[in-house]
């Protein structure tokens, strides 16, 4: 079959990978170049730790707290704007217990299986991208974040993922350059990180010699169709397809709507910025938890990242948030030599955020041979190579990886 990808991210393109495995015949569309969307400049870590959605109890009390200082972590774009109301009131419904809990076996469940797909993909000699297995540091400095990181420890590892609470000297202890100053730390060993950037290049070159056609600066911007079926995608011209992956990332809102679906999502806008041959370079990748920012290895560099805006697709970079992830620095690794960058040094992205923290994957009612695959909000990039088999499996037949059918694209339909 002759299939249609739109949107060459992660998701797009793990997308692409497995298809052509399968022996399809792959065009992937983007709207820009392929190097421009959310894949490419975020923290890179494979985080199976992170089972709890972001639609959980207490998060929107957090949230509005955080709302009023302009340099927090996380912020949400006044608008009158009718999805987003839609989109606040489903994460406001899904902020419960009972959605943590239905979520926690399915969010480990795709987590696992891309952790292990990566691990494949490391050894098979595809691709290369920097795979380091040395787990993840979830950094605090007070004893409320303390008991919070605990509890979460305990609920990790009764959902059977390792978690191990640290205290300062033993995080000290696996950092045998960077001196780092903290309270504690929950460790979770099988915990990843990669690099992003490498990574799409590699899955781009891989692909490219493999045969599959990419399209760049060619937005998608319409269908053929004929009956309950799309025969054609139009970009800079109409192609003829057999089957069409959507896979948009914070843009998805938009082509679903061209497709007779509502799909409820928000972009949530972040930054990073890297620091390039640090002398004394931090070990392990981790999460600054107070200021809910991240700093990952990369080779000799260190890149910092943070902050979540629900903005819509606004790409604007908004200097006091970047300074937000400056100022934490320090307080976590004290002699990090950091500095406020450039705005031209500061990368940005929206992570394609559904209200309920759960992926949109599988197909949609009013097209037969479209199949949706977005909605990974903060962890896009570990479970890439997870959606990417699954996005495979049905278009073949019966998905046999995992079921998924709590990740139906027309859940809030
Ligand atoms: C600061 C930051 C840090 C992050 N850190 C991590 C992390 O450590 N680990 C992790 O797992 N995740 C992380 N994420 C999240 C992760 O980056 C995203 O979830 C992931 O990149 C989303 O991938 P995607 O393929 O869905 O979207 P994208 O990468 O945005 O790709 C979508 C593509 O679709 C294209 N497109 C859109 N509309 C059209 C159209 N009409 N026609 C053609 N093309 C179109 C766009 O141009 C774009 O290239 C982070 C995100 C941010 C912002």
Redesign the pocket.
């Known amino acids: 079959m002759h299939i249609g990808i739109?949107?060459?991210?992660?998701?797009?393109?793990s997308s692409a990978y497995y298809l052509h495995k399968a022996g399809h015949r792959i065009t992937v569309?983007?709207?820009?170049p392929?190097a421009?969307?959310?894949?490419?400049?975020?923290?890179?870590?494979?985080?199976p730790s992170h089972i709890i959605p972001l639609a959980q109890p207490g998060m929107m009390a957090k949230g509005m707290r955080w709302m009023l200082k302009s340099t927090s972590p996380f912020y949400v774009k006044p608008r009158l704007n009718a999805d987003l109301m839609r989109w606040g009131w489903l994460f406001y419904r899904h902020s419960t217990p009972e959605h943590v809990e239905r979520s926690i076996p399915l969010l480990r469940d795709l987590s696992l299986l891309s952790k292990t797909l990566y691990q494949d993909l490391a050894a098979n000699g595809d691709l290369d991208f920097e795979w380091q297995e040395r787990g993840l540091f979830m950094l605090y400095k007070t004893a409320a974040a303390e008991r919070e990181m605990a509890e979460e420890a305990e609920v990790a590892n009764h959902a059977g993922i390792e978690a191990k609470m640290l205290n300062g000297q033993e995080v000290q202890d696996f950092e045998p350059h960077a001196r780092v100053d903290v309270r504690g730390a929950v460790y979770y060993p099988g915990d990843a990180?990669l690099n992003?950037g490498q990574l799409i290049h590699s899955l781009v070159t891989y692909l490219s010699k493999e045969g599959v056609t990419f399209l760049e600066k060619?937005?998608?911007?319409g269908f053929g169709t004929t009956g309950s079926r799309i025969t054609a995608i139009h970009?800079r011209g109409s192609h003829e397809v057999d089957q069409v992956v959507v896979?948009?990332?914070?843009?998805?809102p938009?082509?679903a709507e061209q497709l007779g679906l509502k799909l409820s999502l928000q972009g949530?806008?972040?930054?990073?910025f890297v620091l390039q041959n640090v002398v004394n370079n931090v070990r392990v990748p981790a999460i600054m938890l107070e200021a809910r920012a991240?700093a990952?290895p990369m080779g000799s560099d260190l890149r910092f990242?943070?902050?979540l805006e629900v903005a819509g697709t606004d790409m604007q970079v908004n200097m006091n948030r970047v300074r937000g992830i400056v100022e934490a620095i320090n307080q976590y690794y004290p002699e990090a030599p950091v500095a406020m960058p450039a705005v031209e040094r500061v990368w940005?992205?929206?992570?394609?955020c559904s209200p309920d923290g759960l992926p949109y994957i599988g197909r949609i009612q009013k097209y037969e041979n479209v199949i949706l695959?977005?909605g990974?909000?903060?962890?896009?990039?570990?479970?890439?190579p997870a959606t990417g088999k699954l996005v495979s499996e049905v278009v073949d037949g019966p998905s046999k990886s995992m079921d998924i059918a709590a990740f139906s694209p027309e859940r809030f339909a």
């Open positions: 739109i949107g060459g991210g992660i998701i797009g393109l569309f983007d709207q820009g392929i421009d969307g959310c894949s490419l400049g975020n923290a890179g870590m494979i985080v990180h992003p060619h937005p998608v911007t970009a896979a948009c990332g914070a843009w998805s938009e082509m949530g806008k972040g930054y990073s991240t990952t990242a943070g902050t940005r992205g929206l992570r394609p695959a977005t990974h909000g903060m962890m896009g990039l570990s479970l890439g």
